[in-house]
């Protein structure tokens, strides 16, 4: 068992965890910035995960981020959530105050949003096809739609497309479209938000929506390209990227909310490109 009482503790909670490249990403952090805090990961229980995540605090723990299956269900643990968590629906960052008070956000969405500006490959009416109506596409909506961007958002279950276009329809352009009559149309920016990617598949989309000018990313990620970034490379697209920046970046905002430091991106880009 760690000594959580000796330096500042932060964790990843999530089941499984053990693929998680967050505490990779947060000791980085901590050590570019000479913090003598220490992040590690926890599997937590499937039924008993608040009390885990709960104990977690009660030992000293400041901070953590929550990955799935909890990111919806931990909501009750919160004495205030962040308006862009209570939008999105779903939590993926903790906070202790010094009053013992718990915040909750989600800095999934921003994350997302801040890797395409930091690639440069989204402005403002800008036309995207989301691929996918689970957490990840829920997350990620919000923040898109407030910066401006045109949604169309597809679904392999088309009717969970629609309930969520429907959620969202107040915050800006969004609608739903099948995959069916996706065909021929045109968009600056594809994002795969399916987990496809997990079973080594792709999307069921028409292939002549791709093509040079068409910027392509997939939330997943690995140590290679995807299969669906291999995809739309063999259609054409010059630009295609996987999610580490996104999660590089949904982390960079839990430590801005930690530490009120944002950390280099850059540097983080090289140190885990060379793990
Ligand atoms: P969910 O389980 O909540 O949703 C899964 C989605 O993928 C559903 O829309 C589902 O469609 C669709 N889907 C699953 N398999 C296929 C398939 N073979 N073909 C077409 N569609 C499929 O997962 P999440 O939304 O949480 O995660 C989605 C992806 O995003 C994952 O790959 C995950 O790793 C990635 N992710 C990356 C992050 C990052 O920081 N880079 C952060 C969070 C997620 P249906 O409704 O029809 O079942």
Redo the contacts with the bound molecule.
């Keep these: 068992m760690v000594n959580l009482y000796k330096n500042k503790f932060y964790a990843v909670f999530g089941n499984p965890i053990n693929h998680s490249k967050s505490p990779d990403i947060h000791n980085f952090f901590y050590k570019l910035y000479s913090l003598d805090y220490k992040y590690i990961k926890i599997c937590a229980s499937k039924n008993f995960f608040l009390k885990d995540i709960l104990s977690f605090f009660n030992k000293g723990g400041k901070g953590a981020n929550i990955t799935?299956p909890f990111k919806e269900k931990i909501f009750s643990l919160c004495n205030e959530i962040t308006k862009r968590a209570q939008i999105s629906g779903s939590i993926n960052t903790l906070k202790k105050f010094d009053n013992g008070n718990i915040l909750g956000d989600n800095t999934?969405g921003i994350g997302f949003l801040s890797d395409l500006l930091f690639h440069n490959i989204v402005k403002k009416k800008f036309n995207l096809l989301i691929i996918?109506?689970?957490?990840?596409?829920k997350g990620v909506i919000y923040p898109l739609l407030q910066f401006g961007c045109n949604i169309f958002l597809t679904?392999?279950?088309f009717e969970?497309a629609k309930i969520l276009s429907n959620k969202f329809k107040n915050f800006g352009n969004i609608e739903s479209i099948t995959l069916r009559n996706l065909s021929n149309m045109r968009f600056n920016l594809i994002i795969n938000?399916?987990?496809?990617?997990?079973?080594n598949?792709v999307?069921l989309i028409p292939c002549n929506i791709i093509n040079k000018k068409t910027i392509c990313y997939d939330?997943?990620?690995g140590d290679k390209n995807t299969v669906f970034m291999n995809f739309c490379k063999s259609y054409g697209a010059k630009k295609i990227y996987s999610?580490i920046g996104?999660?590089i970046h949904?982390a960079a905002h839990s430590f801005f909310l930690w530490n009120n430091i944002f950390p280099d991106i850059k540097k983080t880009v090289n140190f885990l490109s060379k793990k």
């Design positions: 799935l999934d996918g109506a689970g957490g990840a596409a679904n392999r279950t969970r938000a399916t987990s496809s990617g997990i079973s598949e999307p939330m997943f990620y999610g996104m999660l949904q």
